[in-house]
């Protein structure tokens, strides 16, 4: 046979036919490639963005363990916390707070001023939701810290203020110092009424400071959300009630 019977007995529809199906898997293949690349592309850059103002990731939240309050106090020298009330996490924990400012841990506590017309619309708004019982107050709530921790507010272990404004979203930041490298790790809880406090993810985050005279200094001309959970904690506690207005 020579070469041009060779091309004429080809099956030229089979070979188009298989052409064809060979460029369209590999145009799918190229596609769907080009889409992970391109979203894994996005994916890194959102990533890097938000390590670029502080983040270390997204948790779904739930009660603390006391294995993660016990961490959260290790190696602690200060606790910023930012509550409504706070009862839970003051009530279910006191061994392991008690123990921590004990070691010299100290506390400062944000929460709600008590008779407030906010704490009112919040307690009718969980009522009508189910979540909380007619008759049981936050104010009762806020008190019943004060009185649970009282020793430790009389020795300066722990300081409550209480502010009567708008609500706001509930966080923690812890000031670490081990082995002599301080950090300051945030968790700020992302949740809106009726939620409650177990019904939320929270953003997470941490910053190193190697010396001490950078340990509570914004690094000028940075904004990370860490520093601005700082300076919204600090903000308030100026302007905040040192007492409870127990009418």
Same mark, same amino acid.
């Given at each position: 046979?020579?070469?041009?019977?060779?091309?004429?007995?080809?099956?030229?529809?089979?070979?188009?036919?298989?052409?064809?199906?060979?460029?369209?898997?590999?145009?799918?293949?190229?596609?769907?490639?080009?889409?992970?690349?391109?979203?894994?592309? =996005?994916?890194?850059? !959102?990533?890097?963005?938000?390590?670029? /103002?502080?983040?270390?990731?997204?948790? #779904?939240? +739930? @009660?603390?363990?006391?294995?993660?309050?016990?961490?959260?106090?290790?190696?602690?020298?200060?606790?910023?916390?930012?509550?409504?009330?706070?009862?839970?996490?003051?009530?279910?924990?006191?061994?392991?707070?008690?123990?921590?400012?004990?070691?010299?841990?100290?506390?400062?506590?944000?929460?709600?001023?008590?008779?407030?017309?906010?704490?009112?619309?919040?307690?009718?708004?969980?009522?009508?939701?189910?979540?909380?019982?007619?008759?049981?107050?936050?104010?009762?709530?806020?008190?019943?810290?004060?009185?649970?921790?009282?020793?430790?507010?009389?020795? =300066?272990?722990?300081? !409550?203020?209480?502010?009567?404004?708008? /609500?706001?979203?509930?966080?923690?930041? #812890?000031? +670490? @110092?081990?082995?002599?490298?301080?950090?300051?790790?945030?968790?700020?809880?992302?949740?809106?009424?009726?939620?409650?406090?177990?019904?939320?993810?929270?953003?997470?985050?941490?910053?190193?400071?190697?010396?001490?005279?950078?340990?509570?200094?914004?690094?000028?001309?940075?904004?990370?959300?860490?520093?601005?959970?700082?300076?919204?904690?600090?903000?308030?506690?100026?302007?905040?009630?040192?007492?409870?207005?127990?009418?």
């Amino acid at each position: 046979m020579n070469l041009s019977d060779f091309f004429i007995n080809l099956n030229w529809q089979h070979i188009a036919e298989s052409i064809i199906s060979t460029l369209i898997i590999s145009g799918i293949i190229s596609g769907f490639g080009y889409l992970v690349t391109k979203r894994i592309t =996005k994916d890194l850059r !959102i990533s890097k963005e938000m390590k670029s /103002y502080g983040f270390k990731g997204v948790v #779904a939240m +739930k @009660n603390h363990t006391k294995r993660e309050i016990e961490e959260l106090c290790k190696d602690t020298e200060r606790l910023d916390l930012l509550f409504i009330s706070g009862i839970g996490f003051f009530t279910n924990n006191k061994s392991i707070l008690t123990k921590a400012m004990k070691r010299g841990m100290k506390i400062r506590l944000l929460c709600s001023q008590v008779d407030t017309v906010f704490l009112s619309d919040l307690e009718r708004l969980e009522e009508t939701n189910g979540l909380r019982k007619s008759g049981m107050k936050i104010s009762d709530e806020i008190k019943n810290i004060s009185d649970l921790y009282s020793e430790h507010i009389k020795n =300066k272990e722990m300081e !409550i203020r209480y502010y009567s404004t708008e /609500y706001r979203l509930p966080f923690i930041i #812890a000031y +670490k @110092n081990k082995k002599n490298v301080r950090t300051i790790q945030a968790w700020l809880r992302v949740t809106l009424p009726p939620f409650n406090w177990v019904t939320n993810f929270a953003l997470v985050g941490e910053r190193e400071y190697k010396t001490e005279d950078k340990f509570f200094e914004m690094e000028k001309g940075k904004v990370d959300f860490i520093s601005m959970m700082e300076d919204h904690f600090n903000c308030v506690w100026e302007v905040a009630d040192e007492t409870i207005n127990d009418k």
